[in-house]
């Protein structure tokens, strides 16, 4: 038996056509951001935390994010991944003086700068916050403590049986 074509009669007895009842599941996935729209995406979240509107934000981020550190070794760490992270967070977490996330406000002030792939990017990406989580207190085979390493907010116990016989304190997942 062959397979139904898109406009045939449903199989399943619907009485409605293929392409509109158990066919719709064998249609692609809408694409998902190209390396350009996230590209474009980080453009111009770039160019809007670059505003000077958000000076004194950005100030207050990096000096939250760093405060602590000796100014060489700060300046070092910008240099690694640490910065990169430290930009996602910026980005798409750090809440501005306007109530808004970087990504929040370029989406909802500048959206039209850029295309439909780069929009969708960045609704994806604020759906999916960034968290670094410091190691309090292990229990191994029982529990981990964690606190978020930015925020600084409540130490959380999450019960966890293997991960936690990997972990020490102070690392940072």
């Known amino acids: 038996m062959s397979a139904p074509g898109r406009n045939d009669s449903c199989p399943c007895g619907s009485g409605r056509k293929f392409k509109h009842c ?25 160019r809007i935390a670059a505003l000077p509107r958000f000076a004194d934000d950005v100030d207050l981020a990096y000096a939250l994010t760093w405060q602590g550190f000796p100014d060489d070794v700060a300046g070092r760490l910008m240099d690694t991944q640490a910065n990169d992270l430290f930009l996602e967070w910026l980005w798409f ?47 191994a085979g029982a529990s981990v403590t964690v606190r978020d390493a930015i925020d600084k907010g409540p130490v959380i116990v999450v019960s966890e049986r293997r991960g936690s016989q990997q972990l020490v304190r102070h690392d940072v997942m």
Do not use: M, N
Request: charged share 20%; glycine share 6%.
């Open 93 to 139: 977490d750090f809440l501005l003086h306007t109530g808004q996330t970087v990504a929040e406000y370029a989406l909802a002030r500048h959206a039209a700068e850029v295309g439909p792939g780069a929009r969708l990017f960045l609704r994806a990406a604020l759906a999916a916050p960034l968290r670094l989580l410091q190691i309090h207190a292990v229990d």
């Open 22 to 46: 158990c066919g719709a599941a064998t249609q692609p996935p809408p694409s998902l951001p190209s390396a350009a729209d996230r590209k474009a995406g980080y453009d111009l979240l770039d």
